[in-house]
C-alpha cells in the first residue's frame, strides 16, 4: 500500500474503531431517559417500561428524568442539549417532537437539527371521554350536545398545540361548533379534573384514562383513530359518529442528542427493537390502550418530517400562532 493510501487507511481506522469500541461495551454507566412531561402519564409509563427492560437486558441502572414544562418542550431541550454519548436518552412523542417549535417561539432545540432519532416505540389513538354527569351516551349526542350549549361544553388538554388540543380543535372546525378550552400541564392533571368535573370531556391519551373507563368512572364515547380498537369493545371512531374524515393517532419513540455515534444508535435500535417485539411488553402497553411499534432510524426519521408538516399546515387552520 502506498504511504498515503496507508496513512488514509490509518486515519479512518482511527476514527472508526474508538467508536465500534465503544458501541461494542456500551452502556458502562447508568442511562437516563427524559420524559418530558409528569409522572403518571403516558409519557412516564412508557419510558419506565422501555428503561426496566433496558436495565434487565443491559445489567446498568436507567434513571427516568421526569422534566415536565413548556408541553414536553422543557425536557426535550434537556435532551436535547445533554451529551451526544448515549447516556441520555428522550422519550418523545408528537407534540414536543412535530409540533411545539410552531406553538411556543423558542422551545430551545430544533427537532430535526438537534435530535437522532432511534426507533418509532408506540402508536395509539386516542379516547374520548366525558364526566358521568355529561347527558350524552353517544358521540354523536355529544356533538348535538356542543352545538347546543355553544362554547359552554369545556375541554381538557395538555396546553396550547398539544394533540389533546389540536384534536379538540380540529373536531370543533369540522363540525363548525365551539367549546370552552381549559389547559393544564399533563394529562395525569386533565385526568384528574375529568374526574372531579372540573372539565366535561378530554381528547385523551387512553393509557392514563382507560382505567376509570373500566371502572366506570368516566364514560367514552369515541376513539380518533381511523379504526376502532378492541381495548374498548363498542366504542365507535369519531369519524362513524358524524365527523366524516376526522382522524388522529399519537406516537412515542426513543431519541438521542445529535451526534450520538452511528455504532451507539445501532446497537440502541437493535436493542430496543427486541424489546418492543416481545409479548411481555406488547401486553403491558395494550393495556395501557397503545400498541408497541418499531421502526429504523430513518423511518422514524421520515415519519418525524412529514407529522411536522402536517401539523403545520392544522396549527395554521386552526389559526395559531407561535407564542
Same mark, same amino acid.
Request: hydrophobic share 45%; net charge positive.
Given at each position: ?16 474503531? *474508538? ?10 454507566? *447508568? ?135 389540536? =384534536?379538540? @380543535? ?27 368535573? #372540573? ?34 369493545? +363498542? ?6 359518529? +358524524? ?17 450520538? *455515534? ?5 446497537? $440502541?435500535?437493535? @436493542? $430496543? ?5 416481545? @409479548? ?17 432510524? #430513518? @423511518?422514524? =426519521? =421520515? ?10 399546515? $392544522? ?6 400562532? *407561535?407564542?
Amino acid at each position: 500500500m502506498k504511504p498515503v493510501l496507508a496513512g488514509v487507511a490509518l486515519a479512518i481506522l482511527s476514527i472508526v474503531l *474508538p467508536a465500534t469500541v465503544v458501541a461494542q461495551s456500551y452502556p458502562t454507566k *447508568p442511562v437516563r431517559i427524559v420524559a418530558p412531561f409528569p409522572p403518571g402519564g403516558t409519557s412516564d409509563t412508557i419510558a419506565r417500561i422501555l428503561g426496566q427492560k433496558l436495565t434487565e437486558a443491559w445489567k446498568q441502572q436507567t434513571i427516568i428524568d421526569n422534566r415536565a414544562g413548556v408541553a414536553g418542550s422543557l425536557g426535550s431541550a434537556v435532551a436535547a442539549k445533554s451529551p451526544a454519548d448515549g447516556y441520555t436518552l428522550l422519550v418523545g412523542n408528537v407534540g414536543p417532537v412535530a409540533i411545539n417549535h410552531n406553538v411556543y417561539k423558542n422551545v430551545g432545540y430544533d427537532p430535526l437539527k438537534d435530535f437522532a432519532p432511534i426507533t418509532l416505540a408506540v402508536t395509539a389513538p386516542q379516547i374520548v371521554v366525558v364526566h358521568p354527569s355529561v347527558p350524552a351516551k353517544t358521540f354523536t349526542e355529544f356533538t348535538a350536545l356542543v352545538k347546543k350549549h355553544k362554547g359552554k361544553i369545556n375541554y381538557g388538554s395538555s396546553g396550547p398545540g398539544s394533540i389533546s388540543h389540536l =384534536s379538540a @380543535e380540529l373536531y370543533k372546525q369540522m363540525t363548525n361548533s365551539d367549546m370552552l378550552h381549559v389547559p393544564f400541564k399533563g394529562s395525569a392533571l386533565i385526568t384528574t379534573a375529568l374526574l372531579s368535573g #372540573e372539565v366535561d370531556v378530554v381528547f385523551s391519551d387512553m393509557a392514563v384514562v382507560l382505567p376509570h373507563v373500566q371502572a366506570g368512572k368516566l364514560r367514552a364515547l369515541a376513539v380518533t383513530g381511523p379504526e376502532p380498537t378492541p381495548l374498548v369493545p +363498542g366504542v365507535p371512531t369519531v369519524a362513524a359518529s +358524524g365527523v366524516q374524515g376526522f382522524a388522529m393517532t399519537s406516537w412515542w419513540g426513543v431519541l438521542a442528542p445529535a451526534g450520538i *455515534p452511528q455504532p451507539i444508535v445501532t446497537r $440502541l435500535n437493535t @436493542e $430496543l427493537g427486541r424489546i418492543l417485539k416481545t @409479548e411481555d411488553v406488547k401486553k403491558r402497553f395494550a393495556t395501557l390502550g397503545v400498541d408497541a411499534a418499531t421502526s429504523t432510524p #430513518e @423511518e422514524f =426519521s =421520515s415519519l418525524i418530517r412529514s407529522e411536522i408538516a402536517k401539523y403545520a399546515k $392544522l396549527l395554521k387552520a386552526v389559526g395559531i400562532q *407561535p407564542q
